[in-house]
């Protein structure tokens, strides 16, 4: 079975500063789709940025990147230019594809903090 | 991106009583449908799974009888909390997903409260 980590339940960083996040996860497969999704206080689930496996290259939505290493099962986020309103919950996600089953694994949560 | 409507947003209910929550997908076709339940400060957890017309797929230590889910249409699915007790009060989100789906959207979920 998938499983998705994320060893930082707390994180805080400056504004205007770069936080990285971390997340690892185990999966026999090959083909699959990895996301990072945004909780705020309304609990509302917004997907941050989405990553394909079988592309090489990290995918990238403005302040937000990703470090995604296939072979070590790491799907980092990188915030860079940290805002008030990144202050959220994030979640890691593990997808496999629609056929088969199109399931969502969610990592344990990262707090994330941005200070003033 | 896809539009997903849960509802009710935020529900209190005496114990013992049933609850229905309602997800529906606007603009797509569900073909299939997970609800996950959040605690407070907690992951989403998949409680089931189901596909249009058929029975629903339930994850272990998830009762079946207590949290019924009828999928009839592809637009529409609902989670009933059957005999609700204050340990049932959660946040429930609904995810439908289209065929071929390569992400997911998620209803804005229900706080239920059981008092």
């Known amino acids: 079975a998938q499983t998705v980590t994320q060893s930082q339940p707390e994180m805080s960083v400056q504004e205007a500063e770069t936080v990285t996040l971390s997340c690892t996860y185990d999966?026999?497969?090959?083909?699959?789709?990895l996301f990072w999704y945004k909780q705020p206080p309304s609990r509302q689930m917004i997907l941050v940025i989405r990553?394909?496996?079988?592309?090489?290259q990290n995918a990238t939505e403005n302040r937000f990147s990703v470090n995604f290493q296939k072979a070590a099962k790491s799907f980092s986020l990188k915030i860079s230019d940290s805002q008030l309103g990144d202050t959220a919950m994030y979640f890691c996600?593990?997808?496999?594809?629609?056929?088969?089953?199109?399931?969502?694994?969610f990592g344990q949560g990262t707090e994330l903090s941005v200070k003033p | 991106g896809a539009v997903v409507s849960q509802h009710p947003s935020w529900v209190i209910c005496k114990s013992g009583t049933s609850v229905k929550i309602e997800c529906r997908s606007l603009d797509f076709q569900a073909t299939t449908m997970f609800w996950y339940r959040q605690f407070p400060k907690q992951s989403l957890m998949l409680m089931a799974t189901?596909?249009?017309?058929?029975?629903?797929?339930?994850e272990q230590g998830v009762e079946k009888d207590k949290f019924l889910i009828n999928h009839a249409s592809l637009t529409l699915s609902t989670l009933t909390v059957t005999s609700a007790h204050p340990e049932d009060s959660s946040f429930y989100i609904c995810t439908p997903l289209s065929q071929g789906a390569t992400e997911a959207f998620f209803g804005q979920g229900t706080r239920l409260t059981v008092v």
């Open positions: 990553q394909e496996a079988y592309k090489q």
């Open positions: 999966t026999s497969e090959n083909n699959y789709y």
């Open positions: 189901s596909n249009e017309g058929s029975k629903a797929t339930y």
């Open positions: 996600a593990f997808m496999k594809p629609y056929n088969q089953g199109g399931k969502l694994i």
